[in-house]
């Protein structure tokens, strides 16, 4: 553990090693977000361009590699990409760059999938990052990924206004670090994804299994809260024209 208390966690290099470990260990990671994520990946994913946003400590990246696809990680904090070059041995496929600016060194339909895992609440621009985000994508390919439910984020946190961008301060104990990130209501998550060009495919608010009942705790509350939301959005290349036609 840091002895850091107090501090104010926006750059995950303050954390990377406390928080890489205690992820590997918990429950609600292996038995319920990962898995989760994991299962509305489109099915076959052997030989597909994927690139993991905000890979962390790069357990997607491993998990991709060894489903046989051709993977690129990318992450802002050298610390967890550190780590995650370490589990990745010799395979070199990390970037380290901030999703608040242009993805310019990826090229236009450069994936086919791009899988993100609990980061797109901590990006505040999220009209540049949608778009950025199409336009690397190849036409009907997917967008995946997990993010804070907003309307238990704004219960949680006691939100003044649910409809307003606020950014939320947040105490994980288990790193001992104060975090921060944006919270956004559920309609803007949503019209921004349509005024990008993705259509939704998949949207679920799960349940836990009973796997999860060994951590009671986590198992009640998710049993009756959707504290995630787990998302695949296509990139549908006629809706993105017409949005650009309207502006
Ligand atoms: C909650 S962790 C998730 C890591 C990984 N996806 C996982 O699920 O194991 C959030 C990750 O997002 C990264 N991140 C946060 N803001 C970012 C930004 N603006 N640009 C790139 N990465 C960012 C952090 O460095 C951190 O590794």
């Known amino acids: 553990m840091n002895n850091n208390k107090n501090y104010r966690v926006t750059d995950y290099d303050f954390i990377a090693d ?9 429950p609600l990671q292996t038995l319920f977000l990962r898995p989760q994520l994991m299962s509305i990946l489109p099915k076959n994913i052997e030989g597909l361009r994927v690139l993991d946003l905000g890979c962390g400590s790069g357990w997607y990246c491993n998990q991709l590699i060894k489903l046989g696809a051709d993977v690129v990680g990318l992450d802002l904090s050298e610390k967890m990409l550190h780590i995650a070059q370490n589990r990745l041995g010799n395979y070199n496929c990390l970037i380290r760059a901030n999703l608040e600016y242009p993805l310019s060194f990826f090229h236009d339909c450069q994936f086919d999938v791009i899988l993100s895992s609990c980061v797109i609440h901590y990006v505040k621009n999220w009209q540049l990052l949608f778009s950025e985000l199409s336009r690397i994508l190849a036409n009907n390919g997917f967008l995946v990924f997990s993010i804070h439910h907003p309307h238990i984020e704004s219960e949680i946190h006691d939100l003044d206004n649910y409809y307003d961008m606020v950014l939320v301060n947040d105490y994980w104990p288990t790193v001992d670090a104060k975090v921060t990130y944006y919270h956004r209501s559920l ?4 019209r921004l994804l349509g005024k990008a060009g993705f259509t939704i495919e998949q949207f679920s608010e799960p349940k836990p299994g009973k796997s999860l009942k060994i951590s009671p705790e986590i198992y009640e509350v998710l049993a009756k809260k959707p504290m995630f939301l787990f998302v695949s959005a296509k990139k549908n290349i006629n809706l993105l024209c017409s949005s650009l036609k309207d502006g």
């Open 18 to 26: 406390d928080y890489s470990e205690t992820i590997e260990k918990q």
């Open 187 to 190: 309609e803007q998550l949503i």
